[in-house]
């Protein structure tokens, strides 16, 4: 009876997930307006059109779109599971042909009112794929067949996803993919293999880039290639006999490409212990952080900017909120489906947060990767919205009722 009334009155949504997202979007809209309002142009527009107004509406469609989400118990979702997959990579396969072009790459079809960015969905249908697919007899995982199949099933969105190009989106199916594998109960010595293979390729890939003679080089977009040289701080050969204006020019050439990168670590840096005031970040303010990418790529710049150290701890600590509750959540889940999806958001989330913020602090290299519900951008925030969605859903059904 006493455990009874116990469930009866234990939660069935994970509070301090939900009090942790409603702190970053709150942070998402103040900061998002911050970063945009210090032009003329922005300042002059009719308020709905304001990039901090479609942030708040975007907000509000990803929190329907997680309760919808909530609301249907994740083993019917899984059912659907390969749909969801196939249908994500046919937009996949239909945005190489008939997306926008921008900044030299095709991601997003463009709808008028909105830019639909299908890697974003893609991620979601890729953890819902694999953790339905790994479900199966633990005896069935020791098969190499299986092991197989399931990395099929990580590399085929992966390469899509390259050929847009997106570097940084395909990165991310990688930890997301090895912590499914890993908790599903794939034979250590298959993870073990995939590493070390992974991390041969990734060593030649990067020496290639930075070492191997043109006509030898990987075949790269021009600003990829700009962005490793940039973050490894090589500059780009000269050719034989250049001259000394030759010379200088490259030198020039290189501080150029890397203007963003310096001036994104000036502003974390320039915001001292509290900041220098909400909306009174010179970097920002002046035109030093890019204006185009201030509000998405770079907003952890400008929070750290105008919040100083203080701002960013309360930051990550959010962050840290979300996903340390989250593996909770797997932790407490019914079965290994609803553990393994845990997981898999777990994992999405943190590789955003960790590549974002270590591209603003130089820990990693520039790749575009958005910041969970505070860069700007409708895919981004329905789709992280949609993850925790999946999240809750597993923590609403961890019992059975």
């Not at 709150?26 to 300042?43: D, H, I, Q, R």
């Not at 991601?107 to 991620?123: C, H, I, T, V, Y």
């Not at 940084?168 to 499914?180: E, M």
Request: proline share 4%.
């Amino acid at each position: 009876m006493f455990d009874q009334d116990l469930q009866r009155h234990e939660s069935r949504i994970d509070r301090l997930q939900i009090a942790a997202l409603c702190g970053l979007m709150l942070l998402g809209t103040v900061f998002v307006y911050s970063a945009t309002m210090v032009g003329e142009s922005a300042a002059t527009l009719v308020w709905y059109k304001q990039s901090w107004f479609r942030q708040a509406v975007w907000y509000g469609l990803g929190m329907g779109a997680a309760t919808a989400v909530c609301c249907v118990d994740y083993h019917i979702l899984a059912r659907w599971a390969m749909v969801i997959y196939w249908s994500a990579i046919l937009m996949l396969v239909l945005v190489l042909f008939f997306g926008t072009v921008r900044f030299g790459a095709r991601r997003w079809f463009d709808l008028g009112f909105f830019s639909l960015q299908p890697s974003e969905f893609a991620k979601l249908a890729f953890i819902l794929a694999q953790a339905n697919y790994l479900s199966r007899p633990v005896e069935e995982l020791r098969g190499l067949a299986t092991f197989w199949k399931s990395l099929g099933l990580m590399l085929l969105p992966f390469l899509l996803i390259l050929k847009e190009p997106d570097l940084g989106s395909a990165l991310v199916f990688l930890p997301t993919g090895l912590a499914i594998l890993f908790v599903a109960g794939i034979p250590r010595r298959y993870l073990l293999r995939l590493l070390g293979g992974a991390g041969l390729l990734g060593a030649l890939f990067v020496g290639n880039v930075l070492f191997a003679p043109p006509n030898w080089q990987i075949k790269l977009e021009d600003y990829q290639r700009r962005r490793l040289l940039v973050y490894f701080g090589r500059e780009e050969a000269p050719p034989p006999g250049a001259s000394r204006a030759e010379l200088a020019r490259l030198r020039q050439q290189q501080a150029d490409y890397s203007h963003n990168v310096r001036q994104a670590l000036i502003s974390v840096g320039s915001g001292g212990l509290i900041g220098k005031g909400w909306r009174q970040g010179t970097q920002n303010a002046l035109g030093f952080l890019p204006r185009p990418v201030a509000h998405n790529d770079f907003i952890f710049s400008v929070i750290a900017e105008e919040k100083g150290f203080v701002g960013s701890v309360i930051v990550i600590t959010l962050y840290g909120a979300v996903l340390f509750s989250g593996i909770r959540i797997a932790g407490q889940a019914r079965d290994r489906l609803g553990k393994m999806m845990a997981v898999g958001v777990v994992a999405l989330i943190f590789s955003h947060v960790f590549i974002n913020i270590g591209m603003n602090i130089r820990l990693m290299p520039v790749t575009g990767v958005p910041l969970p519900l505070l860069s700007y951008g409708g895919s981004s925030v329905l789709g992280s919205l949609i993850a925790m969605g999946i999240l809750q859903n597993v923590y609403f059904y961890r019992r059975t009722y």
